[in-house]
């Protein structure tokens, strides 16, 4: 129960000057990254555990957090993710009869720097003005002008490997046996028939991903994003699915000339920044978003039926207009019209922006792992 008073001083400061002044209700030291903000209600454990993450400051616009507490249930991955977390108030309670620990406790074990007791609404209206920038949190009772060389001094999300600092470094069989195809207690494996084998990118893949495709029937194989296409397609995969991840598409070259071959002999199926790296393997644009697109509220519509579905998104990085002939706009991001779906329009290779694992419509996005299933066994 985080009901003791929390007075230890921080302060957040970015590359451009501003400086917020908080408290402290994580891992005493500093942090450095890039800052984002995410606005998102709810979710914040998923956030702190999202591989995309990493790297990165994030901030919850949501004014109230910690109000339930965390849950091993609802991590992304084995811990949290981020470089720091910025909120305005941290929730006296939690109450949840899932909660295993308070959100302090949680940020203290796990090292995470983070800032309480700040104005999220200013900081967002800045980013949403200015554009992402580097910042850094400091809880060591530095000054204004220290803490601002810090933020200048972080290097650039292009300048980091990112994906190789998430990545598993071994390849293994995601839950063979089924038995973490379960949320809240019901089993979501759906049995009967052979399973297709799915060969697995991991870039920074959410464990949500793996539980809910696994759910359809399929038999993953998860392996390192450097895996070559001719040990990808040695596991006899009846398709390949390219997960989320961090930093910048771009600079993941071998990726996209790995993508182009793959796609060459089985289904391929992309989320996020999967779908950049087969939009850049077929030869289209990527750019960096001026503030990124990360909350569970972003709207998106499917150009083929015209039906428009609310997403979870979380990229700081989008495909260019003006796709290669080879490739058809699948669906836009209505806030922008930024591209958020593709698909080749001879090979079997589709990929979306955002993340269909996630529950913000609830349901309106789940088709899309179907769509990928009946692929395969098409």
Known sequence: M?????????LLALEDGR???????????????????????????????????????????????????????????????LRGFVIEELSRVESNWRSAEDLPSYLKKHGIPAIGGIDTRSLARHLR?????RACICTDGSDAATAIARAKSAPGLEQLDLVGEVSTKEHYEWDPQGKESVQY???????GG?????????????????????????????????????????????G?????????????????????????????????????????????????????????????????????????QNHGY????????????THRHLNDG???????RTKRVSAVQFHPEASPGPRDSAPFFEEFVQALKA
Do not use: W
């Open 194 to 238: 052979s399973e297709p084998l799915v060969v697995l990118y991991d870039f920074g893949v959410k464990r949500n991903i793996l539980r809910l495709l696994r759910s359809h029937g399929v038999r993953i194989m998860v392996v390192p994003s450097d895996t070559s296409a001719e040990k990808a397609l040695a596991f006899n995969p009846d």
């Open 2 to 10: 985080s009901n003791s008073p929390i007075t230890t001083p921080a």
């Open 338 to 344: 930024t591209v958020a779906g593709i698909r080749h």
């Open 129 to 133: 003005t200015q554009g992402a920038m």
């Open 19 to 81: 400086v917020f002044l908080g408290v402290s209700i994580g891992a005493s030291g500093n942090a450095i990254g890039e800052i984002c903000f995410n606005t998102s209600m709810s979710g914040y454990q998923e956030v702190l555990t999202d591989p995309s993450y990493r790297g990165q400051i994030v901030t919850m616009t949501y004014p109230l957090i910690g109000n339930y507490g965390t849950s091993s249930e609802d991590a992304e991955s084995a811990c949290p993710q």
């Open 318 to 329: 989008a495909v260019k207009e003006g796709l290669p002939g080879e490739l058809e706009v």
């Open 185 to 191: 207690g019901e089993n979501l494996l759906k049995k």
């Open 240 to 312: 390949i699915f390219l997960s989320n991840g961090p930093g910048d598409p771009a600079v993941l070259t071998a990726a996209h000339e790995t993508a182009r071959q793959l796609a060459e002999a089985k289904p391929v199926f992309g989320i996020c920044l999967g779908h950049q790296i087969l939009s850049l393997a077929f030869g289209a644009s990527t750019f960096k978003l001026k503030f990124g697109h990360r909350g569970a509220n972003q709207p998106v519509q499917d150009l083929r039926t015209g039906r428009v579905l609310i997403t979870s």
